[in-house]
């Protein structure tokens, strides 16, 4: 099992550590390269697990409803900590629930439980980012507007996706295969562009920083629990879930607060310590599914 957990997190964090090692004597367009990421290769690959008609995607309803209560959830189980704390909402509340499903979610679902695992992982991402991209967006600014939020790309290839899928198109093999080859770019991009910003961490605020690396996934995980009691979920996607509620917050969530200028700093202690702390919580959690035989 020892094996298996490694094998697993290896990879992850080396390709993540030679983003750092890049970035520490680089000066990489990091800032480029995740638009680019965002804007087609991410959409690429979300667009083409959801337009697989192999993937039936009435299978992942149930864990898309889990997702959503473990994302929401998450705020309304830390929002009586953060009042006692003093701590500003703002700030606090949305790491903790928008994870880095993306960055991290996708290789490591896919590395841990293989290929058959990455329709769950796509799903459980777009269910994180349209919380971000909607709910997330809306406790920073109410004021907001929709359709600044329906421009995104991602958007739009989740609705196309859903459409192909669900209207029963067929798309050939070789489009499909292009759409995958350019889509599964965005995997090994996401950690490289994980380490970068890792060299951007902040220990300023440490406390909170370590705060947020405890309560991120301990929230995710005591709702996760009566989820997988309720919903009956497979069990490929019973694991998949338990991974994705013990995820650390998004990098996003840095991006976010700088655009918003909401206390990035304190953000991007939330985000990178959480992000350092899931090098003790993932083989944990993942000890726990593998022992489990989830899958």
Known sequence: ??????????????????GALYGRFRTPDIRGLNVLNMELFVPMLVFAVLADQQAPLQD???????ATVVVLGSGLVLYPLARVLS????????????????????????????????PAAVVLFIVEMLLHFSVGLY???????????????????????LAVNLGGVTLPDWLLQTLNMLGEVCIPLMLFALGVRMLDIDFSDWKLGMLGAIACPASGLLLAWPMIALLDLPGLQVASLW????????????????????????????????????????PIVLGVVFAAGYI
Do not use: W
Not at 1 to 18: E, K, S
């Open 243 to 282: 991974v994705f509620a013990a995820l650390p917050p998004a990098v996003l969530n840095y991006m976010v607060a700088e655009q918003y200028q909401q206390e990035p700093h304190k953000v991007a202690s939330l985000v990178l310590l959480g992000n350092l702390g899931s090098l003790v919580v993932m």
């Open 139 to 161: 406790m920073l600014d109410p004021h907001t507007s929709i359709m600044q939020r329906l421009k995104l790309p991602i958007v739009f290839a989740s609705i196309a996706g």
């Open 60 to 66: 992942y309803a149930r864990l898309a409803l889990a």
């Open 1 to 18: 099992m020892i094996a298996q957990i490694l094998a697993t997190l290896l990879p992850v964090f080396l390709i993540a550590g030679c």
């Open 87 to 118: 701590l500003n909402l703002k700030t606090f509340l949305p790491p903790m629930m928008f994870n880095n499903s993306g960055n991290m979610g996708l290789p490591l679902l896919v590395l841990a439980f293989g290929e058959a695992a990455l």
